[in-house]
T-cell receptor
Framework: NAGVTQTPKFQVLKTGQSMTLQCAQD?????MSWYRQDPGMGLRLIHY???????DQGEVPNGYNVSRSTTEDFPLRLLSAAPSQTSVYFC?????????????FGPGTRLTVT | AQRVTQPEKLLSVFKGAPVELKCNYSYSGSPELFWYVQYSRQRLQLLLRHISRESIKGFTADLNKGETSFHLKKPFAQEEDSAMYYCAGSRLTFGEGTQLTVNP
């Protein structure tokens, strides 16, 4: 199994541009989520999904959209990039909900918005 | 949702010294707590989950319901333990992270 994969690894955008960060998992996990990682602020949840067709907002959803048309894929769209969105983005998946289930993370996408 | 906080952003110890990384959680039903580790430029990976009461790479974490804490401990730190450590709670929430540096 490849686990959780993310593309691209690195991306530089200009302010106002849009783009999609890809995330895929081959473990048939129902739950998927997107985080951003910023120094001193830890991991903050952007959006998450509890199954195909179902998404919900996390702690910092503004400026981002998600969709979940299949179990495997959970892309994150930046609608109009801003310098404040410069960050490292991690996608994660989880087989279940609750204390027994860990999250599996992708390798991250390092995004710079100039 | 069960929130977690990690009061120390940075922690530096010498090799062979004991290390304790603090995690406090807000009570909200049954605890659901994990420790994750991120080595330099790598993806996060699970270190411990409270339900398993296991020891991984010499690390242990005990749930203290009275103090609502889930501190991560290791009696003798190694240089390869240098990493970012995150405490995680329910509903996909993470703490702020503690950067541990183990000096030779």
């Amino acid at each position: 199994n490849a686990g959780v994969t993310q593309t691209p690894k690195f991306q530089v955008l200009k302010t106002g541009q849009s783009m999609t960060l890809q995330c895929a998992q081959d473990m048939n996990h129902e739950y998927m989520s997107w985080y951003r990682q910023d120094p001193g602020m830890g991991l903050r949840l952007i959006h998450y999904s509890v199954g195909a067709g179902i998404t919900d907002q996390g702690e910092v959803p503004n400026g981002y959209n998600v969709s979940r048309s299949t179990t495997e894929d959970f892309p994150l769209r930046l609608l109009s990039a801003a310098p404040s969105q410069t960050s490292v983005y991690f996608c994660a998946s989880r087989p279940g909900w609750g204390r027994f289930y860990e999250q599996y993370f992708g390798p991250g996408t390092r995004l710079t918005v100039t | 949702a069960q929130r977690v906080t990690q009061p120390e952003k940075l922690l530096s110890v010498f090799k062979g010294a004991p290390v304790e990384l603090k995690c406090n959680y807000s009570y909200s039903g049954s605890p659901e707590l994990f420790w994750y580790v991120q080595y330099s430029r790598q993806r996060l990976q699970l270190l411990l989950r409270h339900i398993s009461r296991e020891s991984i790479k010499g690390f242990t974490a005990d749930l203290n319901k009275g103090e609502t804490s889930f501190h991560l401990k290791k009696p003798f730190a190694q240089e390869e333990d240098s990493a970012m450590y995150y405490c995680a709670g329910s509903r996909l929430t993470f703490g702020e992270g503690t950067q541990l540096t183990v000096n030779p």
